[in-house]
């Protein structure tokens, strides 16, 4: 089981930037895509950006711009690095190792989500 954890996040004045880390092992060699998401109390958790086994990275559309999605395969980790922060972002964000053409089945599995608050 490729189960992800989420670190990074913090307190922040709109404007500023975080880097939020999600440390996998094994999601290379299990070709798991890794997922970010956000979720704002008493709302839906919602995508921000993928990267795919392949290395393509997408994004949702309020994501394009400001956030970027990076793979350190040394590492095993995907960070999420979030520019010009707005309070909007604030949420808890959480990375999932996703299945994607050609994952093993130890893929499909959630981090507890770290916090990201964007306050003046």
């Known amino acids: 089981q490729v189960r992800p954890v989420e670190s990074g996040g913090g307190s922040v004045q709109p404007g500023g930037s975080l880097r939020l880390t999600c440390t996998a092992p094994?999601?290379?060699?299990?070709?798991?895509?890794i997922q970010w998401y956000r979720q704002v109390a008493g709302k839906q958790r919602e995508w921000v950006a993928s990267?795919?086994?392949?290395?393509?990275?997408t994004y949702e559309d309020f994501a394009q711009g400001r956030f970027r999605i990076s793979k350190d395969k040394d590492k095993e980790t995907v960070t999420l690095q979030i520019r010009n922060l707005k309070p909007d972002d604030t949420a808890m964000y959480y990375c999932?190792?996703?299945?994607?053409?050609?994952?093993?089945?130890?893929?499909?599995?959630w981090g507890q989500g770290t916090q990201v608050t964007v306050s003046s």
């Open positions: 990267a795919a086994p392949d290395g393509r990275e």
């Open positions: 999932q190792t996703a299945v994607y053409s050609g994952s093993s089945s130890s893929c499909d599995f």
């Open positions: 094994g999601f290379i060699s299990n070709r798991c895509g």
